[in-house]
């Protein structure tokens, strides 16, 4: 039950003791109906006070229609509830966020995003969705105020027609040793998470002579976009991503490209998070929504695309992706904007200026 809300401003919110109650003690119109059990996040008290704020959500989300839209729909399904979903990418999003707070407008009830960590933090509301007592300790915001529904590892990858798993690199340092490939080689030009993660792993002067090097010999080309390189790759106009989020990899991989990643120390680790606005025009629905955002069925929907649960209860698609990268040195990795900014100038100096 959500036993611990804070109002931050937010009307109508329930409180923690009707929550806390048992079914048994609850009014009739409350009882779970048979649809209703099948669904472990979908608590009746709050479903009831969600319909009387007018049976209606809207989520910003970072997350394509082909994912985003069947995956709400599940949650339609359940609730009976409306979706507006507006789809976009984080810096716009983000901003478009901040503005509206500034502006007192209650526009949006939850936000469903990968830098969600880089948002003001009033800008969310605090709270403690059930279902998160199910996700990894490393997805949940000390401050309470996001839950990673599904794992950005960060890993390279590789065109399997064009590169042999045989002469795959054993480490970040062995690339430099392939020159032939020189020009094949991409890398997203805002990977500044990976390069801080690289240098916790390697040290200052370590990690600079490395990256240097790599630079020197392979001539990475930069890109924009990490589902775009991951698609560059698996068609091959690039034979192998320095490094790319691996849920990414299995997403063209499970739509039949010959891609596939491998984990090389460190795998940076960073979450796609769900949040609920501080000024949400439908409170009670967004935290529903969080909750069912954070649920098994919600993260075992999301592996049919490649995404990675949070969930130790949910098994990656294919099975064994992250038994196989905690054998690694995983580091999260969750940048302040001014470390990003800082990290990512670096980041250019280091791979712009080849």
């Not at 209606?56 to 729909?73: A, F, H, R």
């Not at 999003?93 to 939850?110: C, F, H, I, P, T």
């Not at 991951?230 to 990899?249: D, K, M, P, Q």
């Not at 490209?257 to 629905?285: C, E, M, Q, R, W």
């Amino acid at each position: 039950m959500f036993r611990h809300f804070r109002k931050a401003g937010l009307a109508g919110l329930l409180l923690a003791s009707a929550f806390a109650a048992p079914a048994s003690a609850q009014p009739t119109s409350t009882q779970q109906t048979p649809a209703q059990q099948t669904h472990a996040w979908l608590d009746p008290k709050l479903l009831a006070a969600a319909k009387a704020e007018g049976g209606e959500v809207t989520i910003y989300s970072d997350t394509n229609e082909g994912e985003g839209l069947p995956l709400w729909k599940l949650f339609t399904d359940a609730t009976g509830i409306k979706v507006n979903y507006v789809r976009g990418a984080d810096p716009p999003l983000m901003a478009r966020m901040v503005l509206e707070y500034r502006g007192n407008q209650k526009s949006w009830d939850v936000a469903q995003l990968g830098t969600i960590d880089k948002i003001p933090p009033q800008v969310l509301l605090q709270f403690d969705p059930p279902e998160a007592k199910n996700i990894l300790p490393a997805a949940r915001d000390p401050g309470r105020r996001w839950y990673g529904l599904y794992a950005n590892y960060n890993s390279p990858a590789y065109n399997t027609k064009y590169v042999q798993a045989s002469d795959l690199p054993k480490s970040y340092a062995d690339f430099a040793q392939h020159k032939e490939w020189a020009g094949h080689v991409a890398i997203d030009a805002t990977d500044s998470e990976w390069l801080w993660a690289m240098y916790q792993y390697y040290g200052e002067d370590k990690a600079t002579t490395l990256i240097k090097n790599i630079v020197a010999a392979l001539h990475p080309v930069l890109t924009n976009g990490h589902l775009a390189q991951a698609r560059s790759v698996g068609a091959g106009e690039y034979w192998l991503s320095l490094n790319n989020f691996v849920n990414l990899t299995i997403n063209v991989k499970l739509a039949g490209g010959p891609i596939d990643y491998f984990a090389l120390n460190p795998v940076a680790l960073t979450f796609g998070a769900v949040g609920v606005s501080a000024k949400a025009p439908h409170p009670n629905t967004a935290l529903l929504a969080a909750n069912f955002a954070l649920s098994k069925e919600c993260e075992t929907f999301l592996t049919k695309f490649g995404r990675i649960p949070t969930r130790a209860d949910v098994e990656s698609n294919p099975p064994g992706i992250v038994a196989a990268l905690s054998k690694k040195k995983v580091i999260t990795v969750l940048l302040s904007p001014q470390d990003e900014h800082k990290w990512q100038q670096k980041f250019n100096d280091l791979f712009k200026g080849q």
